[in-house]
Nanobody, 114 residues
């Protein structure tokens, strides 16, 4: 049974930082492309950042230079370090694992008040 469990969300003031974590079980973690996506109220889910099995990274333009995705294959973990947070970063953040199939976590709320 595949499980992705996110943690680390919360309320943070503009300009602050948060680190999201996602733990995976039930998959061969090291071969999966891992990603963080987010969905704000009334908006579609969007890509935030991805990291491949070879640790190639990709970021949405809106977070480049502020967010950093990383992975630890020994711990089956993927992280999203978020700095210089803005109110427009407010969303539910989801962890995704994808290769041939895709799996999603339940999400963690990040709130940056205006």
């Amino acid at each position: 049974q595949v499980q992705l469990v996110e943690s680390g969300g919360g309320l943070v003031q503009p300009g602050g930082s948060l680190r999201l974590s996602c733990g995976a079980s039930g998959i061969i973690f090291s071969i999966y492309t891992m990603g963080w996506y987010r969905q704000a109220p009334g908006k579609q889910r969007e890509l935030v950042a991805t990291i491949t099995s070879s640790e190639r990274t990709n970021y949405a333009d809106s977070v480049k230079g502020r967010f950093t995705i990383s992975r630890d294959n020994a711990k089956n973990m993927v992280y999203l370090q978020m700095n210089s947070l803005k109110p427009e970063d407010t969303a539910v953040y989801y962890c995704r694992a994808g290769v041939r199939y895709e799996y999603w976590g339940q999400g963690t709320q990040v709130t940056v008040p205006s």
